[in-house]
């Protein structure tokens, strides 16, 4: 029953953090630029977690607080950043923008397999033809999510089961509350 108890209050405790709209911590940040408060919040509440999904609306900046999670981290050596290849120069720019520690960056492709640097940026439409087993990640972060999945796959949302590819193509406002994998 204890166990119980306290499942309940860390998943309480979780949500609370999830949907917090500012939190007053101190996150590294480069001179002449700050987090906004939610995005305080949603750093400190991916820190700690074996993984977190952002799923904020578009522009609401996390592509930034994914950064920030580095910035906290800086423990965290090697990184896979894995989006769509419209996404590559910008996470390199924000990354060159917002990293408080200088580290290595450069682009993973075909032509050039991948980089001996701390952070490669590579794209969904190349993951499967470079080898990237073979590297001991710290971190992987997915942009655009989404693309992982089967548009198949169902997730729970405020508006019951839906399907990512109806979510993705019809631009619905859900909050995603768990998957299901049939």
């Avoid at 998943?11 to 709209?21: D, I, K, V, Y």
């Avoid at 900046?61 to 950064?67: D, R």
């Avoid at 060159?96 to 492709?109: E, G, N, Q």
């Avoid at 001991?136 to 089961?161: N, Q, R, S």
């Amino acid at each position: 029953r204890t166990m119980l108890e306290s499942t309940a209050t860390e998943r309480t405790r979780n949500l609370e953090l999830s949907r917090a709209a500012a939190l007053d911590i101190q996150i590294p940040a480069p001179p002449g630029l700050d987090y906004l408060p939610y995005q305080r919040a949603g750093i400190a509440y991916a820190t700690g977690k074996p993984g977190v999904l952002i799923g904020d609306d578009m522009g609401l900046g996390k592509t930034v607080m994914a950064i920030g999670y580095l910035n906290v981290h800086p423990e965290i050596n090697q990184v896979l950043i894995i989006c769509p290849a419209s996404l590559k120069l910008n996470w390199l720019r924000e990354l060159t923008k917002w990293l408080v520690v200088p580290r290595t960056i450069a682009i993973a492709d075909t032509k050039t397999g991948v980089p001996e640097t701390e952070i490669v940026i590579t794209n969904y439409d190349v993951i499967h033809k470079i080898n990237f087993e073979d590297f001991d990640w710290d971190l992987v972060i997915c942009d655009e999510a989404h693309y992982c999945f089967p548009y198949e796959t169902t997730v729970m949302t405020d508006k019951g089961w839906m399907q990512i590819g109806d979510i993705v193509n019809c631009q619905h406002t859900v909050n995603v509350a768990s998957f299901n994998s049939f």
